[in-house]
């Protein structure tokens, strides 16, 4: 089934599936807080609201369907995988991370930086934790892809990748 706002908030540890979709701030930071997701895996099999992975600090996110904005907005590490749409902003004032978009490529914010297009060396190592998590989704067959460093407002160390 599905599950609400803030599911895996803050999680240290472990793995969550959901079958269904979720609501706001998944693996994100409770109020108040700096740092949301600090561990572990949530594997979210439909959709997923705004400010999934918000202040993630470590752990691994992916979405079988659409986000809403503000996707791993404050990321200072971790990885999120997104198949669907992208809301408005993926990663803005993120400092560290990865985000990887596999589905249409959204309008990111104006402070990233476009590296240009690549081969991913880390795709192979993703495809296979994908795997052995067991997620419905896998690493489409593309060679390579582009890579938009940023957020440049805090230091550009993160980075979003987008099939291209």
């Known amino acids: 089934g599905g599950a609400g706002d803030w599911l895996g908030s803050e999680m240290a540890g472990g793995v969550v599936r959901v079958g269904g979709s979720v609501g706001d701030h998944a693996g994100g930071a409770l109020p108040g807080s700096r740092r949301g997701m600090r561990g572990g895996a949530l594997l979210v099999d439909g959709d997923a609201g705004a400010w999934l992975g918000a202040g993630m600090r470590r752990g691994f ?10 996707l791993g907005a404050r990321m200072l590490a971790g990885t999120i995988l997104v198949w669907g749409r992208c809301g408005q902003l993926p990663g803005i004032d993120m400092l560290r ?17 476009d590296g240009g297009a690549a081969a991913m060396p880390m795709a ?3 495809a296979r934790e994908l795997e052995r998590l067991n997620f419905s989704r896998r690493i489409p067959e593309q060679s390579t892809w582009r890579i938009l460093h940023g957020d440049a407002a805090g230091g ?9």
Do not use: Y
């Not at 996110?61 to 503000?70: K, M, N, P, Q, S």
């Not at 550009?156 to 291209?164: D, M, P, Q, Y």
């Open 124 to 126: 192979p190592l993703l």
């Open 97 to 113: 991370g990865t985000i990887g978009l596999f589905g249409p490529t959204p309008a990111v914010p104006a402070t990233f930086l």
């Open 61 to 70: 996110i992916a979405a079988g369907g659409d986000v809403g904005a503000a």
């Open 156 to 164: 550009a160390r993160g980075e979003v990748l987008v099939v291209a």
